[in-house]
């Protein structure tokens, strides 16, 4: 044995060794109630103890001789693909002749194919209309905050944004609805047809973005600008929340606002269009 | 020094004396009367590994599969898929009194109850990330240095496989914590699956078991990935490697290294030490990072809120490709026969279908170009092949641009500028990077051969390439045939 061959293995010795220790420190580590830093450390030295002594065993005490090992090409001789080929047209020719087995068989297999399909159709429910309405449908909702309570319209100072949802659907996930008050300075350009839909400078948009539906967070008051803080589409909430930026190409929905006889802030029916992000069949009815 | 493959006991008659042996020879002496497995069992002993520093990182991503399925059985001791609403009473102050998912609840047990739980947790995210980071490399190793060639284009289909089932199992595994970041991510996800054409709501509906979020999404996430995609994994695995002892390993050129030899260590003992040595270091370095470095703080970001989202919300890194490219695709929205054909569909479901799609056809489209469909044993040096590794570097480029797209609000805020213009240089960049990059490794390539000196394959077009290799070929087997005659 070389002197370098001695030396590795006991190099490798004392590796185990400590390998061995930690073990005992990891046991005693958790015994006493665990502590994860210590615990990663403690297997790292385990692990790492019993890698390094194994590598110093492999690289220095055992052998390194180098082999050539013969290889052959991969595909066969021409003879043995002929009789393999041979052997699966024998097996096949006594079927081939009775051709309709062969159609009586392939339709069972193909019907059966087809009929595994339909319990997928139990995952889950139709998609459609769904995903084109909110709970804000049907009659007037007043719009509450997130521990159910209604909203007036002296809840929002200036630049104030509050998110909101149909009384009833605080857990809707299509449902969330920012409510902003711009300021009186700023010029509010209203869609067609939406003239009515504020209550004083307070507008309201669908919080999902129309990009992939993350919640739209982020208001810029100084500009107007709602920014999505996932891809950071941008939208204008003075012009209808059109988007300026990023990847979103479709408006924030709006709500119809109005008050109610206790001068609440009440929703007057569903948003403009379909919340969140796009299919194909969005805009069909 | 050169010995025959068939191992110390074709050429020695005598083993050197050892206490274990009696003991070893009685149980494989009772194993093959019931197996029959003793030559078998002896030509794989003896099966010859090439040494090379770039062939470990396949073996790197097994270790940290093999460690990922050790503290993944652990973790699933303690976890529970539900969406179920409870109230949080635990040890954890700051959550106490909140509302939660049993699944949040549970991970945060796991982090904070269990005993040895928040390090095996962090151990098997850290686990993860290398998977996949070894993977990549892995698969570029093969790509640069021509390895996927006849007659290695189904094991390169079999890997790029493993690749796309890693990742989805990466989305699937941070995704059934229901932590706000991956409830965006979850998001995210079903937005991309609604904008696919025509089926898209259908696989959102099905997938999700209704609307998002759904409340069985978190249940079907755990089946998929505890169960399904670690199966499939391990069995194309076993394939991976099964047809890999198969075909032998590949080589890069050397003295005595030809087409139809491999030369090498042999399995036992020496490379079996070194690969077993490997795992443990793997595993060393997983629970040095497990312990010591944090990641996923679940109990920073909170329970799931669909009206909530944090800014920076970033994926993990394997994911932080299609993140960034949702972000660069400018705002387009296009109809097709009246219908809407969504925005995110393009970087988000197409990009990646694209992706996959070229890399499993890769092999049969650089063979037609190239005229090249002879076997191949021996490795190319990516210099020697300047369109192939100026085409690589490229698509590489292309990617880190998007994942650097990822980051555009981190960039913005850590540089002061802003995110607009950061993603308008990106937009600009995801083309221009990997044009200048491709003509730089391009140049690079030719220069390195030049100064080589070597037997440059390096032609103008993709078709002397071949053809001069074809020749080159048949020089080695020429070469090869004066040896043994």
Redesign the interface.
Known sequence: MSNEQARAESRATVFFAISAVASIGLAITYWQGGQPQLEGVLLAVITGGIGFAIVSWAKHAMPHDLVTEERDTVASTDDEVEAFSADLERGVEGIGRRRALLVAAGSAITAFGAALLFPIRSLGPRPGAGLKSTPYAGRHKRVVTADGKPVTPSDLATDGVVTVWPEGHTDAADSPTLLIRTRKSQKFKARKGREDWRVGDIVAYSKLCTHVGCPVGLYQAQKGLLLCPCHQSTFNVLDGARPVFGPAARSLPQLPLGLNDDGEIIARGDFSGPVGPGFWDRDRH | ?????KGPAGGRSKPPPNHGAPMMRRTARWLDRRLGAADFARTAL???FPDHWSFMIGELALYCFIVLVVTGTYLAFFFQASTRQVVYHGVYKPLQGVHMSAAYKSAIDISFKV??G??MR??HHWAALLFLASIVVHLARVFFTGAFRR?REINWMVGVTLLILAIFNGFAGYSLLDDQLSG?GL??G???A?????I???I???????????A?IIGRLYVIHILIIPVLIGLLVATHLAILV???HTQFRGP?RK????????LW??YA??A??????????L??????FQINPIWVFGPFN????????QPDWYMGWL?GA????????TRLFG??????FF??ALLGGATFALLYAWPFLEARVTRDHD?H?LLDRPRQRPVRTALGVATLSFYSVCFLGAA??VVASTFHVS??RV?ITLRLGVFLVPIIAAWATYRLCRELSDRDGLPVQSGVTFGQIGHRLRRSEADDEAGAEADTG
């Open positions: 020094m050169t010995d025959t493959a003896n099966k010859v005993r040895a928040l390090v962090q151990i007659p965006t998001r995210i079903y937005g991309i609604l904008s696919v054409p025509v898209g709501t259908w959102a509906s099905l997938f999700f078991g209704g609307e998002f979020p759904g069985d198969r075909h032998k005595g087409e139809n030899n491999v030369v090498g260590e042999r003992p020496t030490a070194k077993l040595g490997l795992l443990f270091l793997t595993a060393s370095l629970c040095l990072l497990g312990g010591l669909p009206a909530q989202v944090s800014a920076a919300s993140d949702l972000r660069i695709m400018p705002g387009w929205e219908f809407e054909l969504p925005n995110p970087p988000g076997e044993h555009s609000d995110v607009n993603l």
